[in-house]
């Protein structure tokens, strides 16, 4: 089943919301000491982050190219999109290396290297999100 916009919305909304708060060290729920997380909130919330940010940078790259003739008005969809063609890789890789740099070591030194990471990915999120719903949203033109 496709998602809709809307439904993608909701999704980077509650990712944003889950991992401004695991990543100031203050989750929703206690991990188990001796879970696979040792309660670690930061890897676990890394870990739940990444497969919904690669669905949701995709959900925009596919939809940007698929509507590409109509969004030729907007330029600046054409360019956050290539900026993500073009380093979204990176972007996910630099998360990954500082994730296991931060589970072999969970310096505050570390987490904030991660965190810093990761706002790189969410400002991301939050712009194709923004993309994606203003021209969705916007009435046709006569």
């Known amino acids: 089943m496709k998602k809709t916009l809307k439904e993608y919305a909701i999704i980077i909304a509650v990712w944003i919301a889950i991992s401004g708060i695991a990543l100031l060290g203050s989750g929703c ?14 890897i676990y919330t890394v870990e739940l982050m990444q497969p ?5 940078i995709g959900t925009f790259l596919r939809w940007e190219m698929n509507n590409a ?23 996910f890789q630099t998360v ?5 740099a931060y ?6 030194e570390n987490k904030d290297k991660l965190s810093q990471a990761l706002a790189v990915i969410q400002a991301a999120l939050l712009e194709a ?3 994606m719903i203003a021209r969705a949203v916007q009435p046709k033109p006569l």
């Open 96 to 100: 990954n290396n500082l994730h296991d």
């Open 29 to 42: 729920h206690a991990l188990s000491p001796t879970g696979v997380y040792k309660s670690d909130q930061v």
């Open 129 to 131: 999100n923004g993309y």
């Open 69 to 91: 003739p109509v969004l030729k008005r907007w330029p600046e969809i054409h360019k956050s999109a290539e900026k993500m063609r073009n380093n979204a890789a990176a972007w």
């Open 103 to 108: 589970k072999l070591d969970p310096s505050k």
């Open 52 to 56: 919904t940010a690669h669905e949701i």
